[in-house]
């Protein structure tokens, strides 16, 4: 597993890297020995960048990732983690966050948007406990659409002076839409950006973010390469799921085209979707989401192998083709 720098600093993330939304029980649940094993699997395979946020599970990725970890050397793995919600006890709890927030773990807690100074601080903290850990390596500010601003204000500077201080490694943002990132990597001091779901195999749409990051010596991050499940299979099925909800007829012909493409020239489509971000120099890693240690391993092979100039040149021509 190849290594890559983040921007102008020391920090370094494997070229695949392990994304904890499903260890907290992204959907559905699984048990702390399946999550475990997830994680040592990945492990085992030479992955050492790990991702995870207090959003996941109401901080049980946090927990899983850091229990997981705890018995390895800690100069040996990156880890990150997010802010911008903070942990509160819920006031009225109904018994299952999958509703509010997608994960089914008790909802004892709730999720404050706040992306003030004290308000990254606290979280950090929190994040620290969860983790069992003594500092993180990368702090994103966690999805500030409707909080740009203050983003930019506030969070951005607590984290900047922290990484200053020696106290965090690298600062980001990490957002699903192209157009915020864009005016962050223009107004603020960031060293990586992770993007999710918008530099993939057929949603390629952050193309000017990567342009700009080049520019400006911005590590990218990229996240959600299989699209949340469209590209996740050999042949997508009709209820693929895209961004969190269907598919619409039209990129399942897209991915299918995609998908008859890898078949032709001997490979799979998820293959050529965790390899695609990583043509780019600018992304430093691809981050995916793991439910199990088969998911593990199937994507550290295709990682670490990468597809012939034809085949890139076939998928390139079938990826221009009908609307996204």
């Known amino acids: 597993m190849?290594?890559?720098?983040?921007g102008r600093t020391s920090v370094r993330v494997s070229s695949l890297g392990f994304g904890g939304a499903p260890i907290g029980n992204l959907y559905a649940p699984i048990d702390d020995d399946r999550a475990r094993a997830t994680v040592e699997a990945a492990w085992d395979v030479g992955v050492r960048y790990y991702d995870t946020a207090p959003h996941y599970g109401l901080g049980l990725s946090e927990r899983r990732l850091g229990a997981a970890l705890a018995h390895r050397p800690r100069a040996d793995f990156t880890v990150s983690t997010k802010v911008g919600r903070l942990l509160e006890p819920h006031p009225a709890p109904t018994g299952s966050d999958l509703a509010a927030g997608g994960f089914a773990v008790p909802d004892t807690l709730i999720r404050r948007p706040d992306y003030s100074r004290d308000g990254v601080l606290r979280s950090l903290q929190g994040s620290l406990t969860r983790l069992g850990l003594d500092r993180v390596d990368i702090v994103y500010v966690h999805d500030p659409d409707d909080h740009l601003d203050a983003a930019l204000d506030q969070?951005?500077?607590a984290l900047t002076d922290l990484r200053d201080q020696g106290v965090?490694?690298?600062v980001?943002?990490?957002m699903n839409t192209v157009a915020p990132l864009l005016r962050v990597v223009a107004e603020a001091d960031v060293d990586t950006v992770m993007v999710a779901g918008r530099w993939t195999l057929i949603d390629r749409t952050a193309r000017p973010l990567l342009e700009e990051c080049a520019k400006?010596?911005?590590s990218v991050?990229?996240?959600a390469p299989f699209n949340s499940g469209l590209l996740s299979r050999p042949r997508p099925p009709d209820d693929a799921s895209f961004d969190y909800g269907p598919a619409s007829d039209a990129l399942l012909r897209r991915a299918r085209r995609l998908a008859d493409v890898c078949a032709r020239h001997g490979t799979v489509l998820p293959h050529a979707a965790v390899r695609f971000p990583l043509r780019d120099p600018t992304v430093a890693g691809v981050v995916a989401g793991f439910r199990s240690a088969h998911e593990v391993m199937s994507a550290a092979r295709?990682?670490?192998?990468?597809l012939t100039d034809a085949t890139w040149s076939d998928l390139d021509a079938a990826a221009e083709v009908g609307p996204r």
């Open 172 to 174: 980001g943002v990490g």
């Open 2 to 6: 190849t290594a890559r720098r983040l």
């Open 216 to 218: 400006r010596g911005v």
């Open 168 to 170: 965090i490694g690298a």
């Open 221 to 223: 991050v990229a996240a």
């Open 155 to 157: 969070a951005l500077p």
């Open 302 to 306: 295709w990682a670490g192998s990468d």
